[in-house]
């Protein structure tokens, strides 16, 4: 599917809800958001500590993952600001991955200039407080390269526990590298609900 057969406000889109944080909305990729994806993934301290970004990243590459979202065993949020002059601004994107009978496995990343502000903890808050109460996941996985003390300090954060030591494969490195595996179980995400900082807005 190209982006031209994909109609503006579609079922897809639709179906995706979009959640709310102090700071953030998490909504679905739209048509118009190419040029403010390709440009904020276009940076190789991005690239290189995700699975599947390459770079450099284009404007096409932007166009596939667009067209691509939202299919099948994956759901895909982008992240924007929702507050002041930059409202509505795309800073990063989300999202998690269901294979199989395997728990859930979130990802993200944001513009470089948008780092060590804590948008990705309220991001993931939300994705998390999202996959616990809409769907029937007892548990969630993450990952961050061992070179990534921010995104381990992230998912940290979140209520994750170091589970093992493992390589992945980085589109951009054309190679594997070594990551830490990350789990949160359902019942201690319970226990944790007193964060209070995300909830879920019907679109």
């Not at 503006?8 to 190419?34: C, F, K, M, N, Q």
């Not at 990802?107 to 939300?126: C, D, F, I, N, S």
Request: aromatic share 8%; hydrophobic share 40%.
């Amino acid at each position: 599917m190209t982006l031209q057969e994909i109609p503006s406000g579609s079922y897809r889109e639709r179906s995706i809800p979009v959640l709310e944080t102090e700071r953030l909305v998490l909504r679905a990729p739209r048509l118009g958001d190419v040029k403010a994806v390709a440009m904020l993934a276009n940076d190789r301290r991005i690239a290189e500590n995700t699975a599947r970004i390459p770079h450099p990243y284009r404007a096409s590459d932007a166009e596939d993952f667009i067209s691509g979202a939202n299919l099948g065993n994956e759901i895909a949020f982008l992240i924007t600001l929702r507050n002041g002059q930059e409202n509505h601004r795309v800073i990063g994107a989300c999202g998690y991955a269901q294979i199989d009978r395997h728990p859930p496995e979130i990802g993200y990343w944001l513009g470089v200039k948008h780092w060590g502000k804590g948008y990705a903890t309220e991001a993931v808050r939300a994705m998390i407080d999202h996959v616990f109460d809409d769907t029937d996941a007892e548990a969630i996985q993450a990952a961050a390269r061992v070179t990534n003390p921010a995104s381990r300090r992230v998912l940290e954060k979140c209520g994750f526990q170091w589970s093992s030591a493992g390589l992945l494969r980085i589109r951009a490195l054309s190679s594997s590298a070594p990551i830490d595996r990350f789990r949160l179980d359902r019942g201690l995400w319970a226990s944790l609900k007193s964060w209070g900082q995300s909830r879920r807005v019907v679109a």
